[in-house]
């Protein structure tokens, strides 16, 4: 959370909440992707749990607040599942984005069965089968990162292999908290590039093995990063390990990508479009 | 990704299609939200990077092959940005729900400019200020984990404290991941209980510390899961850690919280209520 290096905001930003009545994740993600589309700025304010008719009050008062600040209608993306919540919202002086009620109409037609109304995903999420297996996927990939254990390879989901810095440990952990996949990963090291095989503990497991590669230039300055006018993070270095390891996994037949312009939601979403893991239903 | 405990999804469950030109997440988290309202299960498919014509049509074709394998109507959460893309989802036999247009046009409105119909944020997201600290943060924070490192806590942004256990792992890292904050986590352990005192590495990060704090019971099942029948698991042990984690969090001024019944998601909004750490604008 380094400092914002842009230029102030404008002092006509529109101000644009979040509210839900649960974490507002949902609500934020969402309006995030809505709010790109436009080429300005906004001034956001999260309102996470609003799940009581006091809350929702408060809610309306601040909107009303930075209507009065702004001298505009504030923007609202809301995921109030109950009615009564989300008709305090409505009457509050901003331009509300009710993404339930907006969606769920249509879908209780379409179904022929009414919705239940309940408060969103969280109550009881933590003993749902998914949360655990997130979870536990959580700490299998982090026992399991950089070549740390060997052990229960065998029940990986997937085992990520690539030079230090490819991108490997925050996809794995992606992968692991987004969709409760068991990510290994694995460095390729100038070792491997020696003896010009892959680790012998993978060798097994070649069928979930999954690698990344990234450009040099990149890679070295990523390196830089940390070990500034290292060897390590040499261009030439960079340029030697990043080679041999494409020769090894296009030898090995091994899948990869390049991570070089791809975001770790990018990189994990390929991966699990090419191991296509058995989709979960719900 | 252990198999799903569940009974075979009925013949009759709706197929629900996630469409995006990027990676589908926005429109799979959101389409969650709104079915979980219905108490029915749906067979659920992502399409991510449909951001050719070609992908459109193919991803129409699955759609189109979906309704006639199925006898009812796929349903559609798309968040494609480009007209043309979108048109094509349109005109298959699925129901449509359009979360770009639905709500890109009446912002158009409002705000008073039009919408630049890019793809997504997913371009250049890599080179972006937001994108780079969030990496910095699951660096800083798999550095900070369990206590590991006594450097650069001046440049937490949040010290997890609790028992063993407590959930500060997963916590810290899907605050960096999520929100690009730096957390690092600190154990109390019997040590700290015996001497009565805070890791005195800790002392002059007060202001930042916040507690979690769980049931005995609950973390005695979740120690067991690791460790059965151990002392560290047993349920008067947990008392008495979580016992003294509570009075010495009490009697320093932490402020803390019980994770016993809410998810990493829920624990993180609420740490990130509590430190108000400057909102991000964009």
């Known amino acids: 959370?380094?400092?914002?290096?842009?230029?102030?905001?404008?002092?006509?930003?529109?101000?644009?909440?979040?509210?839900?009545?649960?974490?507002?994740?949902?609500?934020?993600?969402?309006?995030?992707?809505?709010?790109?589309?436009?080429?300005?700025?906004?001034?956001?304010?999260?309102?996470?749990?609003?799940?009581?008719?006091?809350?929702?009050?408060?809610?309306?008062?601040?909107?009303?607040?930075?209507?009065a600040a702004d001298g505009q209608r504030p923007i609202i993306f809301?995921?109030?599942?109950?009615?009564?919540?989300?008709?305090?919202?409505?009457?509050?002086?901003?331009?509300?984005?009710?993404?339930?009620?907006?969606?769920?109409?249509?879908?209780?037609q379409e179904l022929g069965v009414m919705s239940t109304h309940t408060i969103g995903r969280s109550h009881n999420i933590v003993d749902s089968e998914e949360y655990k297996n997130r979870i536990e996927a959580i700490n299998y990939s982090l026992a399991h990162d950089d070549g740390q254990s060997h052990k229960n390879l065998s029940s990986a989901d997937v085992i990520l292999v690539g030079v230090s810095r490819s991108g490997k440990t925050p996809t794995s952990l992606y992968l692991a908290m987004q969709y409760g996949i068991k990510a290994a990963n694995y460095p390729l090291i100038p070792d491997d590039f020696e003896?010009?095989?892959?680790?012998?503990?993978?060798?097994?497991?070649?069928?979930k093995i999954f690698g990344l590669s990234i450009t040099p230039e990149?890679?070295?300055?990523?390196?830089?990063?940390?070990?500034?006018?290292?060897?390590?993070?040499?261009?030439?270095?960079?340029?030697?390990?990043?080679?041999?390891?494409?020769?090894?996994?296009?030898?090995?037949?091994?899948?990869?990508?390049?991570s070089t312009t791809k975001s770790i939601e990018e990189i994990s979403t390929t991966i699990l479009q090419e191991i296509k893991p058995n989709r979960r239903e719900y």
Chains 1, 2 share one sequence.
């Open 1 to 67: 959370m380094t400092q914002d290096p842009r230029p102030p905001l404008p002092s006509a930003a529109r101000t644009v909440f979040f509210v839900s009545d649960g974490t507002g994740i949902t609500a934020e993600t969402f309006g995030h992707s809505v709010l790109t589309q436009f080429d300005l700025r906004f001034r956001q304010i999260r309102l996470p749990f609003i799940d009581t008719m006091d809350k929702a009050y408060e809610a309306a008062r601040k909107i009303n607040e930075a209507f």
């Open 195 to 207: 003896r010009d095989k892959l680790p012998s503990a993978l060798l097994e497991f070649k069928n």
């Open 78 to 108: 809301s995921t109030l599942v109950k009615n009564d919540l989300s008709a305090v919202i409505r009457k509050s002086s901003g331009m509300h984005m009710d993404l339930i009620q907006t969606f769920v109409a249509p879908l209780e």
């Open 218 to 258: 990149r890679l070295s300055e990523i390196r830089n990063e940390r070990r500034a006018g290292s060897k390590y993070a040499a261009i030439e270095n960079c340029r030697y390990e990043v080679n041999e390891a494409e020769k090894m996994m296009k030898r090995e037949g091994i899948r990869w990508l390049s």
